[in-house]
């Protein structure tokens, strides 16, 4: 069964500390991408990678940073520089980064404490 | 500076009857265009999708509208049902982006019985 596995589903974050968020994906899809959602907002996003190794920069990426060592995996850390972190997250793949058609995971919703 | 507009952030509508949903955009050099339909606490879905040579592309109950010259796209849901209700995103690409997407805010659906 494909997907995309988000976890965990509910995250809380200290002051001035990191977080990181899990994605995974076994559609064997080379694109992946992180969004946030904000209430009231379209989804923004933050980074997205074309092929292991690589990752170029979204609309806002300032605060957070993320790795693509395997295919299957892009995970994205929250650092202490986001000062605004509070978001729900969205993981997305499509087979190439020109394909349209994203497939999201189920989210993940960041809050701080 | 919004390139994909929603600006009806809810729309109500009887069941049976139709639902239409209206998205506007700024730059002319999108050519491609998607819709996707998202519950609370997860993550949007792909519903259906229009090539900028086309003005009408349809899918069962849904039926999406292409106005190039008004740079204005429309969903349209008929008939609706309970099960439609939900958070529905625009997005457009631009191939010289390499494709990715941008979202509108969405639009909240409520299909009441």
Not at chain 2, 15 to 29: A, H, K
């Amino acid at each position: 069964d494909g997907g995309i596995t988000q976890s965990p589903k509910y995250l809380f974050r200290k002051e001035g500390q990191n977080v990181t968020l899990s994605c995974e994906q076994n559609l064997n899809h080379d694109a992946m991408y992180w969004y946030r959602q904000d209430p009231g907002q379209g989804l923004r996003l933050i980074y997205y990678s074309q092929i292991v190794n690589d990752f170029q920069k979204g609309d806002i990426a300032e605060g957070y940073s993320v790795s693509r060592e395997k295919k299957e995996s892009f995970p994205l850390t929250v650092t202490s520089a986001q000062k605004n972190p509070t978001a729900f997250y969205l993981c997305a793949s499509s087979e190439t980064v020109t394909n349209e058609k994203l497939f999201f995971g189920s989210g993940t919703q960041l809050s701080v404490l | 500076d919004q390139q994909v507009k929603q600006n009806s952030p809810s729309l109500s509508v009887q069941e049976g009857r139709i639902s239409i949903l209206n998205c506007d955009y700024t730059n002319s050099m999108f050519d491609y265009f998607l819709w996707y339909k998202k519950y609370p606490a997860e993550g949007p879905t792909f519903l259906i999708s229009i090539s900028s040579i086309k003005d009408k592309n349809e899918d069962g109950r849904f039926t999406v509208f292409l106005n190039k010259s008004a740079k204005h796209l429309s969903l349209h849901i008929v008939p609706s049902q309970p099960g439609d209700s939900a958070v529905y995103f625009c997005a457009a690409s631009d191939d010289n982006q390499g494709g990715k997407l941008i979202f509108g805010q969405g639009t909240e659906l409520s299909v009441k019985p």
